[in-house]
């Protein structure tokens, strides 16, 4: 992708955000296309022979444009792409980490923290890898016996900082590197359950031969195109607005619901549990945003106030440690229209009353090429959010069972 470049468009009311994306569509620029619709912004990565048109197709709509990423493939190479030696295959917390290191490194873990961590292998991929369930809690035994708390990653292969984030996450509460009296008392009081990885075949892919790939592996019948968006394969409002029927978008929604064996490994492990599930989150990249159901229309859930007051505590917590600032609310009307996503099966299908989607940082200057510099910060912050959302909910739902000493 050497000479593309990642452009904003930045429009000036909502009429205009929707003519931006109509300009994308047109021009046949669908690779790489975010926006933030309370920003009324939409970044778009552009070919560079289609640049001048574009920009001027912009113009002329009366669009501002300016240049995020100059040379994508040079952040690529700048950023990320290293190879390393054969000693340096343990996992890194400071670095991104092949699909091969996550799973030692999970291993690791349940095997050195087996009074508090249990590993499952929930299913296998097309490509025979295994799909990971992480559960961590004080006095473990052989089935979650506590409400859940419940939150996975790499649904969208290209989104590393996911990855990174949950793992940040599963060693702040597996080895409580600073004896916090509050992660043992979540520990006492939840089944934490990381899905870390849950498109293992794609995220390889982008370590070996397209850092932005997006979807799974998976090949589709009469298509010479490979993969299905996992996160447009899940039944409930399946096949609506925000999907593609075209094997070859990055936003197509497979055969039929659930026509994925990553999907149906979760869909297996949630309906086992889901009675006991209090909350769920799913890490996506980028743009911070904390958002709700639903995706596939205005509807909201009953229970959207009270999803938007957790929210709300969330992200004010994320920006008192570094000043990272969220928008947050229903995912149609905050980021775009998506149907048949995990976050709406799950509250909609489910009936998991407090459930999330959360689009990790930065809001464009990377984009999906996160910095490892970033790695640490974005853990730190997003891990703060959670603990405040859980102290609150805890407290509100009377879950907190401890003998711990929690000052809140």
């Not at 295994?130 to 990653?153: C, E, F, H, Q, S």
């Not at 996506?284 to 945003?289: D, E, F, N, W």
């Amino acid at each position: 992708r050497t000479g593309f470049q990642v452009l904003r468009l930045q429009a000036t009311d909502d009429s205009l955000v929707e003519r931006a994306l109509s300009l994308a569509e047109e021009h046949d620029l669908r690779d790489w296309v975010e926006l933030n619709r309370p920003k009324r912004y939409v970044d778009v990565m552009v070919h560079p022979d289609a640049r001048a048109r574009f920009a001027r197709a912009a113009e002329d709509a009366g669009i501002e444009t300016s240049i995020m990423i100059h040379d994508v493939e040079d952040i690529i190479t700048r950023h990320v792409i290293r190879r390393r030696s054969a000693e340096d295959d343990k996992y890194d917390y400071t670095k991104f980490n092949t699909f091969e290191n996550v799973e030692k490194e999970l291993k690791h873990i349940a095997k050195t923290h087996s009074d508090i961590a249990e590993l499952v292998t929930m299913g296998t991929t097309h490509e025979q890898r295994n799909m990971y369930a992480l559960r961590v809690t004080n006095n473990i035994g052989p089935k979650p016996t506590k409400p859940i708390v419940l939150i996975d990653a790499g649904i969208h292969a290209r989104e590393w900082v996911s990855v990174s984030t949950i793992m940040y996450i599963i060693n702040e509460v597996v080895r409580n590197p600073r004896n916090d009296l509050l992660i043992r008392a979540f520990r006492d009081s939840y089944d934490f359950v990381f899905m870390p990885v849950l498109n293992p075949d794609g995220y390889v892919y982008t370590w070996t031969h397209d850092r932005l790939w997006r979807k799974n592996r998976a090949p589709n019948h009469h298509s010479r195109c490979v993969g299905v968006d996992l996160n447009r394969n899940w039944d409930y409002k399946w096949g609506g607005e925000g999907t593609s029927a075209n094997p070859c978008d990055i936003d197509f929604r497979g055969r039929r619901p659930f026509s994925e064996l990553e999907t149906q490994a979760v869909k297996q492990w949630i309906e086992e549990y889901k009675s006991k599930i209090v909350l769920y989150i799913n890490f996506h990249a980028y743009g911070q945003l904390w958002m709700t159901p639903y995706g596939y229309s205005q509807d909201t859930p009953s229970n959207e106030s009270e999803m938007m007051n957790y929210s709300k505590i969330a992200v004010d917590a994320i920006r008192n440690v570094r000043g990272t600032d969220y928008d947050f609310g229903p995912v149609y009307t905050t980021i775009y229209p998506a149907s048949s996503i995990s976050v709406d099966w799950v509250r909609g299908a489910e009936n998991i009353l407090i459930a999330y989607t959360v689009e990790l940082p930065d809001r464009g200057r990377h984009g999906f090429i996160t910095p490892e510099g970033e790695i640490t910060p974005i853990g730190q912050e997003t891990w703060t959010g959670i603990e405040r959302l859980l102290i609150a909910l805890g407290s509100d739902k009377k879950l907190l069972r401890t003998t711990e000493i929690v000052v809140v």
